[in-house]
Structures are given as structure tokens and as C-alpha cells.
């Protein structure tokens, strides 16, 4: 059986592990990483060639993994125009256009998006980032209801290098993050890419 996963964000943290874990259960990977694939300026013809490509060959099943994703933490009120249009073409705009062509070649394609506590919980400093996440839920949930296999995953909170720069800012309960650090509670990687792995490698 020929499985194919195609992952943003491979360079480090979940969607490095998650790149290993695929490739050590047998799946052919393809990682859609800066510069040739930047999500605040999204290239649609270099997309769909990248997908054409990997749609030549006989494919038993095609999942596309939307893992990429960036962070600002500042009051509402703070962000700049340009910083918000920014946040929003990352997370949620450029995502969504890859998905959206991903379907296109890949008919009986299956879609899984890294997900966060912040799509269902306001975050003080964190609106973009709440705002960005619950978009991707309602989309992923609007494919589903199309009749796509759909995997919404929330990995929990992760030691990344995205969890460290949120212990370094500063906002109303960073404390609490930077005590999961110290009590040695954050998951790591390599652990949940095990997990998630196995849920996506066992839905045949």
C-alpha cells in the first residue's frame, strides 16, 4: 500500500517529529517548508505543479497535514494593520488556499489540521492566534460535513520552540505556562507525533 503525507512545517517541532514518525511506519513524505513554500506569500502555480507531481503516481491513500503556523502575543489593541493582515494570511488564509488545492488532485484526499485549546479559549494577548485556530476548526468541520475524512488534532501543549517564546512574553498568565515547564508537564514532540501518527496510519 502506497500512503503519501504532506506536511507544512517539517523544520523542527511537531512537524519534524511528525516527518520522522510518518517515514518509520512506512509513509512516503513530502515537506512543503520556506522558502519554496511561504506561507505569507503563497505561490499557487508552484502549488499545484508540487501537486501534480505527486499525483502521477498510484496513491492508496493522500493525507495533507496543515502544522505551520506563527504567533504574535501583544494586546488586541496593539496589532498594526500589516501585522494582523500578516497573521491571518499565515494561519489562516494560505492554509486554506493549500487545502483547497490539495483537494482539487487529490479527489479521495484526506485533510488533518494541528489545532489548539486557543480555538475554543479567549487567551488575553493571544486574539490572532485564537482567531486564526477557530477559523481552521470551522473550515475543517465545513470539509467534513462535504463528506471528507477529516482528522482535527490537538496535541496539547508541546516543549517547542513556539512554547518557549510564549514563556518569554509577556502577558496575563504566562505564568502558568512557564510553571508547566518547571513541573515538567509539557509533552514532548517525538511523543505526540507517536500519537497522532497512530491515529491517522489506523483509520484505513
Known amino acids: 500500500m502506497t500512503k503519501l503525507v504532506i506536511i507544512t512545517g517539517t523544520s523542527r517541532g511537531l512537524g519534524r517529529a511528525l516527518k520522522r514518525e510518518f517515514e518509520r511506519v512506512g509513509w512516503r513524505v513530502a515537506e512543503l517548508n520556506r522558502p519554496a513554500f511561504d506561507l505569507s506569500a503563497i505561490d499557487v502555480e508552484k502549488l499545484d505543479i508540487t501537486f501534480t507531481s505527486l499525483r502521477s ?3 492508496d491513500r493522500a493525507v495533507f497535514i496543515n502544522n505551520a503556523a506563527t ?3 501583544a ?5 498594526a494593520a500589516t501585522e494582523i493582515s500578516r497573521e491571518i494570511t ?3 488564509t494560505s492554509p486554506i488556499i493549500a487545502i483547497a488545492s490539495f483537494l482539487r488532485h487529490f479527489p479521495e484526499g484526506e485533510i488533518a489540521n494541528v489545532t489548539s485549546g486557543a480555538a475554543t479559549k479567549g487567551i488575553p494577548h493571544w486574539s490572532l492566534y485564537c482567531a486564526a485556530k477557530a477559523a481552521l476548526e ?3 468541520r465545513a470539509i467534513e460535513a462535504e463528506g471528507r475524512r477529516v482528522f482535527n488534532l490537538n496535541p496539547g501543549v508541546i516543549d517547542t520552540d513556539m512554547q518557549a517564546a510564549i514563556r518569554r512574553a509577556e502577558f ?3 505564568q502558568d505556562f512557564i510553571a508547566l515547564k518547571q513541573d515538567g508537564k509539557l509533552r514532548s ?5 507517536k500519537n497522532l501518527v497512530w491515529m491517522i496510519d489506523r483509520a484505513e
Open 138 to 140: 470551522g473550515y475543517i
Open 71 to 73: 504567533q504574535l502575543i
Open 172 to 174: 496575563p498568565g504566562v
Open 90 to 92: 499565515v494561519n489562516v
Open 75 to 79: 494586546a488586541a489593541a496593539s496589532f
Open 57 to 59: 503516481e498510484h496513491l
Open 189 to 193: 514532540s517525538d511523543s505526540v507525533a
